[in-house]
């Protein structure tokens, strides 16, 4: 018997419900400290690693060099980008290493230091656009909690309604999402953890792919809540569409843009 010849549309929506079924797996920039809090009996000078990755599945992108790279203390911005360097890193599932970006920055005087960058377009051809990020961390230093709260100023980014330091595991955080200044009304956000096994952080294996990536809702201004339910580094996300597009093999591409803003959270004991 001759098999029926499948035709281009019966073709093409086949292939539809196969990529429909993938999961498409988060993207965060992200900019991890070695500490959030500096004390007077804690090394004044922080290692700091920008890079771009899934973090619950620890799998990196390769990450161009940041257009801007800085950090906000007292309501003052200062270019710290001629003090990254360049690094390379791979999850345990990735042949080759991938460029990220490390940097050293020595805390000299009390207060909050929001470190903040905003990277270099990326091509993604699987969902035939670019993605760009606008990241941001919050370290305390010397007990002065003063700053943490303000908007740097980016294109999108998310301002913290909690003390985004000193958290307990199972503290909720509460963010506001913005964009271009403005509350971005029932904003979807993103959660994930960075999955790394550090100390007596272990590393864990979500059971399906929902586990991957949470996802919550922001309510009309544009502000969330989450709880943390591990100690370690969580990741906060908010998508945005550009009002701008970037050229691609000679045609205009969509830009997502991405408020994202990490915090840390340590087991009570």
Same mark, same amino acid.
Request: aromatic letters at 12%; glycine letters at 6%; charged letters at 20%.
């Given at each position: 018997?001759?098999?029926k010849p499948?035709?281009?549309?019966s !073709?093409?929506?086949a292939?539809?419900?196969v990529?429909?079924s993938?999961?498409?797996?988060?993207?965060?920039g992200?900019?991890?400290?070695?500490?959030?809090?500096?004390?007077?009996?804690?090394?004044a000078?922080l290692n700091?690693e920008?890079?771009?990755l899934?973090?619950m599945?620890?799998? =990196?992108?390769?990450?161009?060099?940041?257009?801007?790279f800085g950090?906000m203390?007292?309501?003052?911005k200062?270019?710290l980008?001629? &003090?990254?360097?360049?690094?390379?890193?791979k999850?345990?599932?990735?042949?080759?290493?991938?460029? /990220?970006w490390?940097?050293d920055?020595k805390?000299r005087?009390?207060?909050?230091y929001?470190? =903040?960058v905003?990277p !270099?377009? =990326?091509?993604?051809?699987?969902?035939?656009l670019?993605?760009k990020?606008?990241t941001?961390? /919050?370290v305390?230093?010397?007990g002065?909690e003063q700053?943490?709260?303000?908007?740097?100023?980016?294109?999108t980014e998310?301002?913290p309604?909690t003390r985004? =330091?000193g958290?307990?595991t199972?503290?909720v955080?509460?963010?506001?999402?913005?964009?271009?200044?403005?509350?971005?009304?029932n904003a979807?956000?993103?959660?994930?953890?960075?999955?790394?096994?550090?100390?007596?952080?272990?590393?864990?294996h979500?059971?399906? &792919?929902?586990y991957?990536?949470q996802?919550?809702k922001?309510?009309s201004?544009?502000v969330?809540?989450?709880a943390?339910?591990?100690?370690?580094?969580w990741?906060?996300?908010?998508l945005?569409?550009?009002?701008w597009?970037l050229?691609?093999?000679?045609a205009?591409?969509?830009?997502?843009?991405?408020?994202?803003?990490w915090v840390h959270t340590?087991?009570?004991?």
């Amino acid at each position: 018997m001759m098999r029926k010849p499948i035709s281009v549309l019966s !073709a093409l929506v086949a292939a539809a419900m196969v990529l429909a079924s993938v999961p498409v797996h988060a993207h965060f920039g992200a900019i991890i400290p070695s500490d959030d809090i500096v004390t007077k009996s804690d090394s004044a000078t922080l290692n700091l690693e920008v890079k771009f990755l899934h973090p619950m599945e620890m799998h =990196y992108m390769e990450m161009d060099k940041p257009k801007a790279f800085g950090v906000m203390h007292a309501g003052k911005k200062t270019s710290l980008l001629d &003090s990254l360097n360049e690094a390379k890193a791979k999850s345990a599932d990735q042949g080759e290493k991938f460029t /990220c970006w490390t940097a050293d920055y020595k805390i000299r005087r009390p207060g909050d230091y929001t470190f =903040y960058v905003e990277p !270099a377009p =990326y091509w993604e051809p699987a969902e035939d656009l670019f993605i760009k990020h606008y990241t941001k961390v /919050c370290v305390n230093a010397y007990g002065l909690e003063q700053g943490w709260e303000e908007p740097v100023g980016l294109e999108t980014e998310i301002v913290p309604l909690t003390r985004p =330091y000193g958290l307990w595991t199972n503290n909720v955080f509460t963010g506001r999402v913005l964009v271009n200044g403005e509350p971005v009304p029932n904003a979807e956000v993103e959660v994930e953890y960075l999955n790394e096994s550090a100390g007596n952080i272990s590393y864990i294996h979500p059971p399906s &792919s929902p586990y991957v990536t949470q996802v919550v809702k922001a309510d009309s201004s544009g502000v969330f809540t989450f709880a943390m339910p591990k100690a370690g580094w969580w990741g906060f996300s908010a998508l945005s569409e550009a009002d701008w597009t970037l050229e691609h093999n000679g045609a205009e591409k969509n830009v997502e843009i991405g408020a994202v803003y990490w915090v840390h959270t340590r087991d009570m004991k």
